[in-house]
C-alpha cells in the first residue's frame, strides 16, 4: 500500500511539475513573440484583403495580394510551431489593430492608398525590429528558426511598401 501510495503522489507531482513547466513556457518571451507575431500576421492578412478592394493603385493592390499570400503561408508555418510548444493563438489580430483596419475601411481610392502604404511602412519597420530581436536572443531553437527565416520577406516587403508608398503620395 505505502509503494503505490508513493508511486502514485510521484506520480501527480510530476503531473503538477509538467503542468507549472508548460504554464512557465507558456508565460516566456518567446511564447509572447509567438502570440504577438500571430495576431500582426493575421492583421497583414485581413488588411491585404482589404487593400486588394478599396486600394485606387494597381501597384497597392499588387501589394495587398502580396501580404495575404505571405503572410497566410508564415501563418500557417507559425501555427505548427505554436501548436508543438503548446502555445495557445490569438483568434484575430489584436485590438489596435482591428480599430486601424475599422479607419481603413471608411477610406478608398487614393486616401485608402496612402493610408494604407504609410501604415505599412511603419508596421513592417516595427516588425523587422522584433524578428531580430527574436532571431537574435531568442532562447527557443524552433520560435528562433522561424523568426530566421521571417527576416528576408519581412525586409523585401518593408522594399516593396516604401516604393508603393513613394508612388501615391
Known amino acids: 500500500m505505502t509503494v503505490s501510495h508513493n508511486q502514485s503522489l510521484r506520480a501527480v507531482l510530476l503531473t503538477a511539475g509538467l503542468a507549472y513547466a508548460s504554464v512557465v513556457s507558456a508565460a516566456s518571451p518567446d511564447s ?4 504577438e507575431a500571430a ?4 492583421a497583414e492578412v485581413e488588411m491585404g484583403k482589404l487593400a486588394q478592394e478599396k486600394a485606387g493603385s494597381d501597384q497597392v493592390k499588387q501589394f495587398g495580394s502580396r501580404m495575404v ?3 497566410s503561408k508564415a501563418n500557417d508555418e507559425l501555427k505548427q510551431v505554436a501548436g508543438a510548444k503548446g502555445v495557445g493563438l490569438p483568434a484575430g489580430p489584436d485590438a489596435k489593430a482591428q480599430a486601424e483596419m475599422k479607419k481603413m475601411q471608411g477610406l478608398s481610392g487614393p486616401a485608402f492608398d496612402k493610408h494604407y502604404m504609410d ?3 511603419a508596421d513592417h519597420k516595427q516588425d523587422i525590429a522584433a524578428f531580430e530581436k527574436e532571431a537574435k536572443s531568442g532562447k527557443d531553437p524552433e520560435v ?10 519581412l525586409k523585401e516587403h518593408l ?3 516604401q516604393q508603393a508608398q513613394a508612388a501615391v503620395k
Do not use: R, W
Open 39 to 42: 495576431a500582426g500576421g493575421m
Open 144 to 153: 528562433k528558426a522561424f523568426a530566421e527565416k521571417s527576416l528576408p520577406t
Open 32 to 35: 509572447a513573440f509567438v502570440k
Open 159 to 161: 522594399q516593396l511598401a
Open 119 to 121: 501604415h505599412m511602412v
Open 69 to 71: 499570400q505571405d503572410h
